[in-house]
T-cell receptor, first 115, second 109 residues
Framework: DAEITQSPRHKITETGRQVTLACHQTWNHNNMFWYRQDLGHGLRLIHYSYGVQDTNKGEVSDGYSVSRSNTEDLPLTLESAASSQTSVYFC??????????????FGPGTRLTVL | DAKTTQPNSMESNEEEPVHLPCNHSTISGTDYIHWYRQLPSQGPEYVIHGLTSNVNNRMASLAIAEDRKSSTLILHRATLRDAAVYYCILISYGQNFVFGPGTRLSVLP
């Protein structure tokens, strides 16, 4: 069965370190998204990609970067981790085209703690 | 900008129907109404979506008001597994999903 996976599931790091969160999907979807969710809040969009070599900034992109070198993966990098980036991170994918009718499929999440 | 308004929390008894409301008084003609839910410690999952007409699928029904300024997600028989946060989202062409705080549904045995 096709799926979307995230790794690691839990990560503890220190302020100032570079951290990369992996997202891998086997749906062969063109669209991939990264969200963060803070306690008691909804999800906020960080970055998204509509295909290989395409990346776009979302609502809360400062301090984060992504690159899309193949269809299956969209790694999220925190260039210099800050305590304000402690959060749960969700990756999602959708087929292509009209995002307003597409279903987004979400991964299980990565809980990141920055000390 | 909050495009939708949902109650913070609701309770239901197991095996009874649940009606989850969503107000979207500023909806535009091209906005689709999507519902997702998030079970504890999981990523959100798709429930249903619609534009103007009521929609049914195996998980739920979506009732859309005639003026489209509100909608209701209907779970026909709530189970304990339906306890989750339910998000009502408006989205149009060229936009991305904006998740609000949603409605936390508790299901009592």
């Amino acid at each position: 069965d096709a799926e979307i996976t995230q790794s690691p599931r839990h990560k503890i790091t220190e302020t100032g370190r570079q951290v990369t969160l992996a997202c891998h999907q086997t749906w062969n979807h063109n669209n991939m998204f990264w969200y963060r969710q803070d306690l008691g809040h909804g999800l906020r969009l960080i970055h998204y990609s509509y295909g290989v070599q395409d990346t776009n900034k979302g609502e809360v992109s400062d301090g984060y970067s992504v690159s899309r070198s193949n269809t299956e993966d969209l790694p999220l990098t925190l260039e210099s981790a800050a305590s304000s980036q402690t959060s749960v991170y969700f990756c999602a994918s959708s087929e292509s085209g009209a995002s307003y009718t597409d279903t987004q499929y979400f991964g299980p999440g990565t809980r990141l703690t920055v000390l | 900008d909050a495009k939708t308004t949902q109650p913070n929390s609701m309770e239901s008894n197991e095996e009874e129907p649940v009606h989850l409301p969503c107000n979207h008084s500023t909806i535009s003609g091209t906005d689709y109404i999507h519902w997702y839910r998030q079970l504890p410690s999981q990523g959100p999952e798709y429930v249903i979506h619609g534009l103007t007409s009521n929609v049914n699928n195996r998980m739920a029904s979506l009732a859309i008001a005639e003026d489209r300024k509100s909608s209701t997600l209907i779970l026909h028989r709530a189970t304990l597994r339906d306890a989750a946060v339910y998000y009502c989202i408006l989205i149009s062409y060229g936009q991305n999903f904006v998740f609000g705080p949603g409605t936390r549904l508790s299901v009592l045995p």
